[in-house]
């Protein structure tokens, strides 16, 4: 019986795993009230294989003081992962630079990076005297999140176990 709570544990363990998460990429964006970019990964430590990045935001509260919203897609192979963000209100940089940083949220992913949690933190450098230049920086934690049968392989167990130290 010992030998089974101990391998349910191992199984819920493994489904749990955490990864580290970080991708830069960098392109071009469209400025504006409502701004896109279309970019290119150029670093990546996740598991898949995610090339292209598309990003999609509003600048809220227009003026010297503004925030951004919004959410990033990675495509590649069968791989995806969807995040969505939202910088700290910050001034903008001065001339054509601006940068902002904030949080992100996993809200969905495909193939690797299918069914995980996760959050972290994220930043942006915009430059519009230089091509309209981006560069997105998402870095953070994703975790598996345990698949059902492996929960309730774990509680069986559990309860198997406390009911034979009961009889005892």
Same mark, same amino acid.
């Given at each position: ?31 504006? *009230?409502? &701004? ?12 898949? #294989?995610?090339? #292209? ?19 990033? *897609? ?18 903008? =940089? ?6 902002? #940083? ?5 809200? =969905?992913?495909?193939?690797?990076? @299918? =069914?995980?949690?996760?959050?972290? @933190? ?5 430059? @519009?005297? !230089?091509? !309209?230049? #981006? !560069? ?24 198997? &176990?406390? @009911? ?5």
């Amino acid at each position: 019986m010992r030998k089974l709570v101990i391998t349910s544990l191992i199984v819920a363990c493994a489904g749990a795993h955490a990864f580290s998460f970080d991708i830069v990429s960098v392109g071009t964006f469209v400025p504006g *009230t409502n &701004y896109t970019a279309s970019e290119i990964v150029v670093f990546e430590t996740a598991p898949g #294989s995610l090339t #292209s990045l598309a990003v999609s935001g509003l600048v809220n509260n227009p003026g010297p003081s503004q925030f951004l919203t919004g959410s990033a *897609t990675w495509t590649g192979g069968g791989d995806s992962l969807t995040l969505a963000f939202v910088s700290a209100p910050v001034t903008s =940089g001065s001339g054509f630079t601006a940068s902002y #940083s904030g949080t992100w949220s996993y809200t =969905g992913g495909a193939g690797a990076f @299918s =069914g995980l949690t996760g959050t972290g @933190s994220w930043s942006v450098v915009f430059n @519009s005297a !230089n091509n !309209n230049y #981006s !560069n997105h920086s998402f870095s953070g934690e994703l975790n598996a999140v345990p698949e059902p049968a492996s929960l309730a392989l774990l509680g069986m167990a559990g309860f198997g &176990y406390l @009911s034979r130290r009961r009889r005892k």
